[in-house]
């Protein structure tokens, strides 16, 4: 007899996940219906939140797969500014072809904006990662900061997007509802993908990369499809940061916004979720809170960070495992346990 779980329970463990994902587009549907947030409240819960799609598609490539990516901003930047082209040149014809200006329209608008600029950033991060991802340690370090910079000056010279000018966006699609549902996806693909088969691919990978190599494992077939699904992700979180902020310049997506997010995974734990999440949610907090000391909030921000690194270098929640709560754990019957009755 087979010890293994029944598929029946398999399938009811795998049904959480979906359940966890199913609640909190109804908590952020619910949020932005019932709950009115003054515009400086908004601000700082719509910047939590696509900090969070940032944070986790980047723990997938630097804390899950072991690399170290210094170029997300760029990614994002993709993302950001494809939404952007979409919305702006491409709104009028879009409403005119369905009929005028509505709920329908506009929403269907935003979804193919953000889609399109996730799918743009997604193909930048194949045409880097293939090549760049063959590279270890520094020099992948060293590329993908090339390539962040590389978007950022060829924006700064594209006239159609505004150049160094700046771009204005058109329309301001993006509220608390797509950005939490945004996230709670997010949190769901990297969290299964992690958990399935095909994830623990990529911790081989980070654990021993040579060791992977010699038992037959294609090492950056795993690297790339990690560093384009976080691409992916990151240019969605751009869409959605392009229709919040109105207007995009090219100095938002500089090399200090991609070390912004490399803090919050490392500062997180480097492979935890739960950690990079509450990561991305305390750094985006600690500026706002530090605000009424203005002339001292970046040096207090910055001790705070030495003194947590010096204290936990593993991350805040570096090295410890999280189970699922006992009431959400099926009873292993005692043929599971090995133990016939």
């Known amino acids: 007899m087979s010890l ?12 959480y996940p979906k359940l966890w994902l199913i609640a909190a587009i109804i908590a952020s549907l619910l949020v932005s219906q019932f709950v009115h947030l003054n515009p400086y409240f908004s601000i700082v819960v719509i910047n939590i939140g696509i900090n969070i799609i940032l944070a986790v598609s980047l723990n997938l490539v630097n804390g899950y797969t072991g690399q170290f990516s210094l170029g997300h901003a760029g990614f994002m930047a993709i993302g950001a500014y494809s939404a952007a082209a979409v919305t702006s040149f491409g709104g009028a014809r879009w409403f005119d072809s369905l009929g005028g200006v509505n709920n329908a329209t506009t929403t ?11 799918l743009a950033a997604a193909l930048a991060g194949l045409i880097v990662g293939v090549p760049s991802l063959r590279l270890k340690g520094d020099y992948l370090a060293i590329a993908t900061l090339g390539f962040g910079e590389i978007i950022r000056v060829i924006i700064q010279n594209t006239e159609t997007m505004g150049g160094s000018r700046g771009f204005s966006v058109s329309g301001i699609y993006t509220t ?9 996806i997010t ?7 992690v958990n399935s088969a095909y994830g623990r691919g990529f911790l081989t990978v980070r654990d021993d990369e040579i060791a992977a190599e010699a038992i037959g494992v294609n090492t950056t077939k795993y690297k790339v499809v990690a560093f384009v699904l976080a691409s992916f992700f990151a240019g969605i979180a751009g869409g959605l ?20 997010i490399i803090v919050m995974v490392i500062l997180g734990g480097m492979g935890n979720t739960v950690g990079v999440i509450f990561a991305a949610v305390l750094l985006t907090i600690l500026p706002e809170v530090l605000r009424p000391v203005q002339e001292y909030r970046m040096v207090i921000y910055s001790l705070m960070l030495i003194i947590l690194m010096l204290t936990r270098p593993q991350g805040l929640f570096g090295g410890i495992t999280w189970r ?7 009873k292993r019957t005692p043929v599971e346990d090995g133990n016939p009755a």
């Open 4 to 15: 293994s779980s029944p598929p029946a329970d398999r399938q009811k463990g795998s049904a």
């Open 108 to 118: 269907s608008l935003f979804i193919v904006a953000l889609t399109i600029g996730g």
């Open 176 to 184: 608390i509802f797509w950005t939490y549902t945004v996230a709670a």
């Open 187 to 193: 949190v769901y693909v990297v969290v299964n993908l």
């Open 241 to 260: 940061y392009a229709h919040f902020i109105g207007y995009l310049t090219p100095e938002g997506f500089g090399f200090m916004k991609s070390i912004e």
């Open 324 to 330: 699922r709560p006992a009431w959400l754990r099926k």
